[in-house]
Each structure stands twice: as structure tokens, then as C-alpha cells.
């Protein structure tokens, strides 16, 4: 199924289904940008019904925003429909301030500031920062170059794997678990452009390497490889904290896609 980015011309507050000539697509809703309130999400859609925004002057003095709400759409890239790209978003934004009553609604004669589109890698950190997820590349597929030199296995390649055969994996953190029955012994889901892993540190192992247990974002595994049927699992030995990695995304070059 097709997800659709949040956009002030589309989105209602909860995500929503759109209908396409083939198969419903998903809409994201406003509710997902950090920091940005259903009060306010309200008089968008309230506006938006009224008839279309036409641009994001019109958009902040019809729906009564505040120049930090627009900060906030801005940065969520959910001004697309109105300003095209991110950048050229949060600069307009950051450039609205409030008109006296008198002049509300007034047509703006100033100069137009053009900027260059951000990289994709910026782009998806900022995804992440603002909506908590991303509907471009997966950051894993940036990064891949880098972690390639370091031989870190990508999920797909681990079907490939021997029961019992020595590995080193990297995945972004997306669960961890520490169950009451297990004594100690916490699982880590970690999840790259090719699908996800499941990884198992044993109590001692924990206590070794408790700060990359507990805080890592993006994480290196080395270990045993252990698959019965269906059932498959990282067994961890070492574990490394790559997550300095995910900041060097904003400078990643946008050739990786």
C-alpha cells in the first residue's frame, strides 16, 4: 500500500485512507509532527474546506498560525503542496510575521529567495526529528557504503547464513526488551533497508556493554548466527555504538539511493 507524506492541503489530523484509481493509498496525518496541536490542526482542515490555500502566507493568516506553528509544518516538509521543497519551506516560514489587521490579506511585493533542495540524508534526519519516520530512503541504504568497509551483513544476507556461522551485523534500534522471565537477558529488534534481525544479549554480556544496550540508536552486532526452522536470532558476543554515523547523514552524498 502507498503512504503519502503529511501535507497541510490533504492531511487531517489521524492518518487517513485516500482513494486511488488502483488501490488506497495512506495519508499521514498532522498529528504525527512533533510539537504541533489538534486545535490548530483544526482550523486548517476547517479552512482547507472553505477552498484551497494559495500559499503560505494565506495559509498562516486564514488559519490563524503562529509564525512557530508554521516553523513546525515547515520542518515536517508538510508545506510541499505550497512552497516546494523543505529548505525552501522553513525559510518562508521563518520569514512570516503577522500583519496588522489592516493589511491582512494584501498581496507582498518582495524579492524571492530561491535555495537549493537539501540532501537526501539531511532530509531523512529530518523526517526522523520531526514526523519520527521517513518515507524516503531508508537511513541504513545511505549509510550502506560505510558500513560495507566494515563487512556489517545487511538482514537479507543473513538467509543466506549457516546455523551456527560467526557474524557482524548493523541495524537501527527499533525495540528493546527485557521480559520479567528472563532473568537478565534483553532482545534488541534492529532493522536495515532489507528487513529486520533479532538479537539476543545475554545477561553478562548486558552488564559489559551497558551503554550501547541502553542507548544506542544504530548498532553493530558481532555473533553468532542461530536459525531452528522459521526461528531465527543473533546471538550477541560484541556490540558496537555506531550511532555518530547517523549524524554524518546530513553531509551523505545523494548519490546513494
Not at 59 to 70: D, G, I, S, T, V
Not at 126 to 137: A, C, K, M, P, W
Not at 218 to 237: P, S
Request: proline share 5%; aromatic share 6%.
Amino acid at each position: 500500500m502507498q503512504v503519502r507524506a503529511v501535507d497541510v492541503m490533504y492531511s487531517e489530523w489521524d492518518c487517513t485512507l485516500e482513494d486511488l484509481p488502483d488501490a488506497p493509498a495512506v495519508r499521514l496525518g498532522l498529528r504525527l509532527i512533533d510539537g504541533f496541536k489538534e486545535a490548530s490542526a483544526a482550523r486548517i482542515m476547517a479552512e482547507r474546506a472553505r477552498g484551497p490555500f494559495d500559499n503560505p502566507e494565506d495559509l498562516a493568516h486564514r488559519a490563524k498560525l503562529e509564525q512557530h506553528e508554521m516553523q513546525l509544518l515547515a520542518g515536517a516538509d508538510a508545506l510541499g503542496s505550497l512552497s516546494g521543497h523543505r529548505r525552501q519551506q522553513v525559510w518562508q516560514a521563518s520569514a512570516l510575521r503577522r500583519a496588522p489587521k489592516l493589511l491582512q490579506g494584501a498581496p507582498v511585493d518582495e524579492d524571492f529567495l530561491e535555495l537549493p533542495a537539501a540532501l537526501e540524508g539531511e532530509e531523512v534526519v529530518h523526517d526522523y526529528n520531526t514526523v519520527g519516520l521517513t518515507l524516503r530512503s531508508h537511513p541504513m541504504l545511505l549509510l550502506r557504503p560505510q558500513l560495507q568497509k566494515h563487512r556489517l551483513a545487511r538482514a537479507s544476507d543473513l538467509d543466506r547464513v549457516r546455523a551456527g556461522q560467526m557474524v557482524s551485523y548493523a541495524g537501527i534500534v527499533t525495540v528493546r526488551q527485557q521480559p520479567e522471565t528472563a532473568k537478565g537477558t534483553v532482545f534488541i529488534s534492529l532493522e536495515d533497508e532489507t528487513g529486520n534481525v533479532q538479537v539476543i544479549i545475554w545477561p553478562h554480556l548486558k552488564e559489559r556493554f551497558r551503554p550501547e544496550v541502553l542507548r544506542s540508536k544504530l548498532l553493530a552486532v558481532y555473533g553468532r548466527w542461530q536459525r531452528e526452522g522459521d526461528v531465527k536470532n543473533l546471538i550477541a558476543f560484541k556490540l558496537k555504538d555506531l550511532t555518530p554515523l547517523l549524524g554524518g547523514l546530513s553531509t551523505t552524498s545523494r548519490d546513494f539511493h
